[in-house]
């Protein structure tokens, strides 16, 4: 079984502090994706990465692929009260069909 | 447009009812996804179609019965739930099952079971 586990699973900060959400798996993924969800809404795609290393950066959030591609980290800078949600990484196989979701990490932005 | 819409938002139902979950996509994506997902929990897939075709059922209980009438629909047909079945249900859509992994969220349906 792929497990994908995230830490931390919860964090609450002030706003405009910065933080790190991990995901982490003994398997190798082709691809490793990032959602925000909010409360009663469905995941959005923040960004998808395929390349060991890569990084992609969107406004304040930085997403970075382990070189190994086992793992990910999302990098938040100045947090804002909006960046508050569920992040999920879900991690992908060529040849397969499913996605395999991480735990969670459950953000709150303190104003 | 990234576009999955869901109907209803919320539903009510009771154990001897049947009613319908719809998800549309225009994106020609080719494949489409029905998601369970609990409170404070990530989403379960529960069905794959690929192609209009049923690809993967992962051991739901057949009271919850997938239909693709076309490429851009996908319905979720419900048939004497139980109260444990109350959950978000989420339909997602991606260009194809296995080349890409983006898949793209519908908002969710919010069933109650009552």
């Known amino acids: 079984t792929q497990l994908l586990e995230q830490s931390p699973q919860f964090l609450s900060i002030q706003e405009g502090e910065n933080l790190t959400v991990y995901c982490n798996s003994s398997?190798?993924?082709?691809?490793l994706q990032w959602y925000r969800q909010e409360p009663g809404e469905g995941p959005v795609l923040l960004v998808t990465?395929?390349?060991?290393?890569e990084v992609k950066k969107l406004k304040r959030l930085t997403f970075q692929f382990g070189d190994a591609r086992k793992d990910s980290s999302l990098h938040i800078t100045a947090a804002q009260t909006g960046d508050t949600g569920l992040y999920l990484c879900a991690g992908g196989y060529f040849g397969n069909e499913k996605l395999t979701f991480g735990t969670g990490t459950r953000l709150t932005i303190i104003p | 447009d990234t576009e999955v819409t869901q109907t209803p938002k919320h539903l009510v139902m009771g154990m001897t009812n049947k009613k319908s979950l719809k998800c549309e996509q225009h994106?020609?994506?080719?494949?489409m996804y029905w998601y369970k997902q609990k409170a404070k929990k990530p989403p379960e897939l529960m069905f794959v179609y690929s192609y209009e075709k049923l690809s993967i059922n992962e051991s739901v209980p057949s009271r919850f019965s997938p239909e693709c009438p076309n490429s851009s629909l996908l319905n979720l047909n419900l048939h004497a739930l139980q109260p444990e079945d109350s959950a978000l249900y989420l339909c997602?859509?991606?260009?194809?099952?296995?080349?890409?992994?983006?898949?793209?969220f519908g908002p969710g349906t919010r069933l109650t079971v009552t």
């Open positions: 990465v395929v390349t060991g290393g």
């Open positions: 997602a859509s991606s260009q194809d099952s296995v080349g890409s992994y983006e898949q793209y």
């Open positions: 994106m020609g994506h080719r494949a």
């Open positions: 398997s190798v993924f082709s691809s």
